[in-house]
T-cell receptor, first 113, second 113 residues
């Protein structure tokens, strides 16, 4: 059974641009959560989607947004990129949204220059 | 302020030594999870502890959940270089098992041959 797939693995963007990251959950999983990981803050929760609905949102500015499609695939978008947005963005999927059974993808390493 | 505090932040030991890392909180959690993350990869779930006082063993790794469900420890016996990685503890939103996880900042373990 394939794991969680995140694309692209690496991305370099310029300040002010926008970026879209993609996450394909494990087949059959209906919940997708997104996290930002930086050396200074560790893993910080961005948002969670379940059956195409945003169910939970972390304390990030409105420049960070996401969505989930009917096939459970999810995308997150960051607009007007800032240097501080440089991070590893991780996606986790679970069958029913239970946090005790979350499986993470390899992440997308975003560098903003 | 981190909801989950992990200590030590860094640990560098020789192969064959034993070690313990700690995860503490002032809040009660319905469960706590331990993950290991290697460079450039997403966290991989090692174990979930649910019951206060619970002890779980995974080969040379022993996980304990505090009686009050506010803390947890991970003990590694006879560490090996393959144990090198970032060890993270995480717990779900208070009163909920769904979606959002709070993470500690992690313990970076290096085991030298």
């Amino acid at each position: 059974k394939a794991g969680v797939t995140q694309t692209p693995r690496y991305l370099i963007k310029t300040r002010g641009q926008q970026v879209t990251l993609s996450c394909s959950p494990i087949s059959g999983h209906r919940s997708v959560s997104w996290y930002q990981q930086t050396p200074g803050q560790g893993l910080q929760f961005l948002f969670e989607y379940f059956s195409e609905t945003q169910r939970n949102k972390g304390n990030f500015p409105g420049r960070f947004s996401g969505r989930q499609f009917s096939n459970s695939r999810s995308e997150m978008n960051v607009s007007t990129l800032e240097l501080g947005d440089s991070a590893l963005y991780l996606c986790a999927s679970s069958l029913r949204g239970e946090s005790t059974e979350a499986f993470f993808g390899q992440g997308t390493r975003l560098t903003v220059v | 302020t981190q909801l989950l505090e992990q200590s030590p932040q860094f640990l560098s030991i020789q192969e064959g030594e034993n070690l313990t890392v700690y995860c503490n909180s002032s809040s009660v959690f319905s469960s706590l999870q331990w993950y290991r993350q290697e460079p450039g990869e997403g966290p991989v779930l090692l174990v979930t502890v649910v019951t206060g006082g619970e002890v779980k063993k995974l080969k040379r790794l022993t996980f304990q959940f505090g009686d009050a469900r506010k803390d947890s420890s991970l003990h590694i016996t006879a560490a090996q270089p393959g144990d090198t990685g970032l060890y993270l503890c995480a717990g779900p939103d208070r009163g909920s098992t769904l979606g959002r996880l709070y993470f500690g900042r992690g313990t970076q373990l290096t085991v030298w041959p």
